[in-house]
């Protein structure tokens, strides 16, 4: 049995930054389609997810967060959440910070997105998209990412690797611009 894992902690950075990027998906999640057992439609699902418990409102270790509005997919945050949860699988490691040694704030700002404040949580051995959820909300670094009212973008990557030690692994990007 694979075990499951959270990372023990979960980063979430604020900084000043602006961007006139408009390309954040819209209020729809950017035409995401969370039917099937797709890595991109595990994806979705992770946004239909996070989306929900922002709407309902969340405990995050022990301190009642209100309701906060939904969060859209981005695509350079999805871009950066993929190649992050793929190289992870496919290198065997797990941690925010790549073999290269970049954090998730380099690896954001690399790929274009000028955050004002930014978060990454990951996760690996869930099956699921439910599982990994159910993972991070138990977190509560990972839960106040999540329903952090300030973000409004989220990337999210999955990726699997049968040889690896893990064999799913999950990641959120969450920022605002």
Known sequence: MRQLLVCCFALALFA???SDDDSGGGPGGGGCDSAGQSPAA???KILELVNQERAAGATCGGKAMPPVGSLSMHP???Q???AHATDMAQNGFFSHDNLQGKS????????GYDYASAGENIAAGSPSPEAAMEQWMQSPGHCGNVMKASFTDLGVGYAYADASQYGHYWVQNFGSQ
């Open 42 to 44: 595990f994806e979705c």
């Open 16 to 18: 000043c930054g602006s």
């Open 104 to 111: 998730p704030f380099d690896r954001m700002t690399e790929a």
């Open 76 to 78: 350079v945050l999805r």
């Open 80 to 82: 950066t959440a993929r």
